[in-house]
């Protein structure tokens, strides 16, 4: 248990579903973050929130939409997905945004068909 | 050009040999800090360290060790008399002063056989 809840663990998805995936964080910390993995990729950061303030989009796609009610809780709410956006979508937490470790959650492992 | 850069994308090695993984990175920062991370199949990064940049001694933890090297940009990690819940994908990754993200590399998915 890492205080990083993510939900749903798994989710399948057609291209024309609208669902969301939800983070919650137990730790006090201040700075969320969505990242997606891929096969045989880096990590790729998509959307950085500090105070509930997005800090950073990475040039993501517009079907990802995130949204951070509070510094507990994080949403990545998706639409008309593409399947090479099939990956696992981690989110972590930090207690500032430099120079603390993150911790991170189990992640959701999205599936487009 | 890839800030971080772990070489090694498949290690495979039998219960209780030791094993290294490699970690290169790279910064134009004088500031930074550099983790690795540990990812069992249940697909969690667990944080196993972080060192910053003005903190060049080694650390040990356990059967975990870490080398940190300035004048090579590397720092490496080494586990002892591995084990098979060792087997899991590690990751390194760097921080900068300037900025607010994660640099991962790649990652290493290693294999500790029974």
């Known amino acids: 248990e890492t205080g990083v809840t993510q939900t749903p663990r798994h989710l399948v998805m057609g291209m024309t579903n609208k669902k969301s995936l939800k983070c919650e964080q137990h730790?006090?910390?201040?700075?969320m973050y969505w990242y997606k993995q891929s096969a045989k990729k880096p990590l790729e950061l998509m959307f950085v929130?500090?105070?509930?303030?997005?800090?950073e989009n990475n040039s993501v796609p517009s079907r990802f939409s995130p949204e951070c009610p509070n510094s507990s809780h994080l949403f990545l709410h998706l639409h008309t997905l593409q399947p090479e956006d099939s990956a696992l979508y981690l989110c972590?937490?930090?207690?500032?945004?430099?120079?603390?470790?993150?911790?991170f959650g189990q992640g959701t492992r999205l599936t487009v068909v | 050009a890839q800030k971080v850069t772990q070489a090694q994308t498949e290690i495979s090695v039998v219960e209780k040999e030791d094993v290294t993984l490699d970690c290169v990175y790279e910064?134009?920062?004088?500031?930074?800090?550099l983790f690795w991370y540990k990812q069992p199949p249940s697909g969690e990064l667990v944080f196993l360290i972080r060192?910053?940049?003005?903190?060049?001694q080694n650390e040990i933890s356990g059967r975990y060790s870490w080398n940190f090297q300035k004048s090579t940009s590397s720092f490496n990690f080494t586990i002892t008399a591995s084990q098979v819940v060792d087997s899991a994908v590690y990751f390194c990754?760097?921080?900068?002063?300037?900025?607010?993200?994660?640099?991962f590399g790649t990652g290493t998915s290693l294999t500790v056989i029974p």
């Open positions: 730790l006090g910390h201040n700075a």
């Open positions: 910064t134009r920062d004088t500031t930074y800090y």
């Open positions: 990754a760097l921080s900068e002063a300037t900025g607010n993200q994660f640099y």
């Open positions: 060192r910053n940049s003005f903190d060049e």
């Open positions: 972590a937490s930090s207690q500032d945004l430099k120079l603390r470790e993150a911790f």
């Open positions: 929130y500090n105070f509930k303030e997005q800090t």
